[in-house]
């Protein structure tokens, strides 16, 4: 099947987006803003209408159009906390968040998620995962302290508009650490003990995780690559 054929006539069955999110989108192409694709926020929207969460965290704003996707399907009273590092994005997507009226659910934390993380208290039972693809293996072991049983957990980009599948002889050689360790998270995502989860090739790739039991994300024991490994 050609991928490119088929998203094309994904995104054709998605419905016009509201005012507000429609021009975030459009500001976001303008100013090369990298945004969840189309059919990835569709996909969001419908976890996030399935799992119906209490706390949301999302690991990366940009300028918030996903954290506003997200809080137009989430139930009454759940709360978004969200981490954005780059300081010329804050008060665009606390803007958008007014404009919205989301400002007192949404809550923008400024700073590097990679410090941020460590002093959140749990429990989130849904976490988007939309930052820097290289930092998403560190991060995995403090998100999972984060995430509640049963709790959620998706990350986009894992795919890499299909670079990933490529041997990194085939790939640039400056992105060759991040396709070493997207597919190191992936493999750590696929043998933890206590997590569930799928890749779904919906827009640049995204994987759900279902966190069954306590784990601290580190590979089980009882596969040859994975024992004993820190992430
Ligand atoms: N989720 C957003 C959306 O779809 O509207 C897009 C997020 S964009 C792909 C990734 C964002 O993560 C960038 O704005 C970047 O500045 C931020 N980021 C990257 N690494 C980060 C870190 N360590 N801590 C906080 N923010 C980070």
Known sequence: MD???LSVYLRSLEQEEDGLLSEIAKEAAASFVPIIKKETGSFLRTLIAMKRPRRILEVGTATGYSALLMSSVMPEGC???TIEKYEKRIPVAREHFRRAGKESVITLLPGDAAELLDTLPPFFDFVFMDAAKGQY???LP???RLLSSGGVLVSD???QGGDLLESRFAVARRNRTIHARMREYLYVLKHTEGLQTAVVPVGDGVT???KTEETDGEPGAGNERGSGRQV
């Open 79 to 81: 709360t978004i906390t």
């Open 157 to 159: 980009n894992v795919l």
């Open 3 to 5: 991928g490119e054929r």
């Open 142 to 144: 403090r998100v999972l």
């Open 208 to 210: 759900v995780s279902v």
């Open 137 to 139: 293996l560190s991060f």
